[in-house]
C-alpha cells in the first residue's frame, strides 16, 4: 500500500462535493465551531484549508487568517474561493500559501498566532511528533490548537491488525468515487504527541450527529449514533 492519499489527484471533486455533504457540514463543522473561542482580532493558522471553508468563515468572523496545505491545486482552489466569496475587508485579512502542516520552518514565525485549526487532516500525517512541535513553535504561549481527525473506531473493520497497532488503511469513498488511504491510530496516539509537544489538553470530544443531520440523511445519521466516526481536540500551549 502507498501513502496516504494525494488530495491534489481529487481536489477539484472534493471541493465540488464536501459543502453540501452532510458528514462535513452538519456533523463535523459544527463540532469543530463549537469548540473554538471567540476568533475576531485573532492570528489564526488554518492547518490543512483544503477548500477554503474554514479561512473564509474564520475571516469572516474578524480573525487574520493563514490557511496552509500542501495541496498545490487546494491551494489554487482556496485563493479563487477567498476572491469570490470573502467581502474586501474580510479578504484582507485572509490568505493561503502552500505548506505542510508538519514542516512550517522557513515559512511561519515563532509564536505568530493564537489559534490553529485544523479540519480532518492529522490522520494524513506521518509524525504527529513533528508536527505538534511545530504547531507549538508558531503558536504564542496560552494559544490553543483545536483539531479534528478519524475517529479510531470509526470502521474497525479496515483495521486488520486491531484497535492498537497503528496502520495505513484504504476506504472507499463513493461520494469521490475512490478509494482513500490514512494513518489508523488508536487515541494515545494523538494525545501523547501532543503532551509531548508541551500542550495541555482541555478538551476531548467524540459527539453524536446533529438533528439536521437526521433530516438529510437519515441512514449517515444511524450509523454515527452507533459509532462516532470523528475525534475533536482542543488543547493549549504552556
Known amino acids: 500500500m502507498f501513502g496516504p492519499t ?30 473554538l473561542p471567540a476568533v475576531a482580532g485573532l492570528d489564526v493558522l488554518d492547518a490543512g484549508c483544503g477548500p477554503g471553508w ?12 493563514v490557511g496552509i496545505d500542501l495541496s498545490g491545486r487546494m491551494v489554487e482552489i482556496a485563493r479563487r474561493r477567498l476572491a469570490d466569496e470573502l467581502r474586501p475587508a ?11 502542516v508538519s514542516d512550517l520552518r522557513g515559512e511561519l514565525a515563532d509564536a505568530a498566532f493564537d489559534l490553529i485549526v485544523s479540519s480532518l487532516v492529522i490522520h494524513y500525517v506521518e509524525d504527529l511528533h513533528a508536527m505538534f512541535r511545530e504547531w507549538a513553535r508558531v503558536l504564542r504561549p496560552g494559544g490553543t490548537c483545536v483539531l479534528s481527525t478519524h475517529h479510531p473506531v ?38 501523547e504527541p501532543l503532551l509531548a509537544a508541551g500542550f495541555t489538553i482541555e478538551d476531548v470530544r467524540a459527539p ?31
Open 208 to 238: 453524536g450527529p446533529t438533528e439536521a443531520m437526521r433530516e438529510v440523511d437519515p441512514k449517515g445519521y444511524a450509523r454515527l449514533v452507533q459509532r462516532p466516526a470523528f475525534l475533536f481536540v482542543r488543547a493549549r500551549r504552556a
Open 54 to 65: 474554514y479561512t473564509c468563515w474564520l475571516a469572516e468572523q474578524g480573525a487574520r487568517v
Open 154 to 191: 470509526r470502521d474497525m473493520k479496515a483495521v486488520e491488525a486491531g484497535y492498537l497497532r497503528p496502520a495505513m488503511v484504504e476506504e472507499e469513498w463513493p461520494w469521490l468515487g475512490t478509494r482513500m488511504r490514512s494513518f489508523h491510530r488508536p487515541l494515545a496516539e494523538v494525545t
Open 90 to 100: 474580510a479578504r484582507a485579512r485572509a490568505r493561503v500559501a502552500r505548506v505542510s
Open 6 to 35: 494525494d488530495y491534489d489527484d481529487i481536489a477539484d471533486r472534493y471541493a465540488a462535493g464536501v459543502d453540501e455533504r452532510p458528514w462535513n457540514a452538519l456533523y463535523e463543522r459544527p463540532a469543530t465551531l463549537e469548540m
